[in-house]
């Protein structure tokens, strides 16, 4: 029974991230209301635009949270794209230093 009011409340797709969103904005705004009201000058000011800066800040978590849904893929002109793996033994790659006067490849080719 727990589980099932627990799916009550979580989001599962872009609506309802965005319905969420436009609660929290609603609270923000009156907050940000609240906090010019009580604490005039730039301290309020900045209070309320910190309320509402929040906005976009659980909105971008939000969204990202919820997977898009899965676009079918179009059969094009060009072959798909292979993803290549990692060759054996090399765990991660491998720092190139920079020297700044040295030359490329292609710089020192003589015709």
Known sequence: MLHKVS???TIK???EAWLVIYAIALGAVERGRHYLEVYP???GWSLAIACTGV???A?????DS????AVAVQA???PALVKRRAPIGRSRPT???????SESRLSRRRD
């Open 55 to 57: 906005v976009f800040l």
């Open 76 to 78: 094009g002109p060009y």
């Open 41 to 43: 000058g730039w301290g």
């Open 13 to 15: 797709t872009r609506w």
């Open 95 to 101: 720092l190139r230093r920079y020297r700044p006067f």
């Open 7 to 9: 799916r009550l409340f």
């Open 66 to 69: 919820v997977r898009a849904p």
């Open 59 to 63: 909105g971008a978590k939000l969204l």
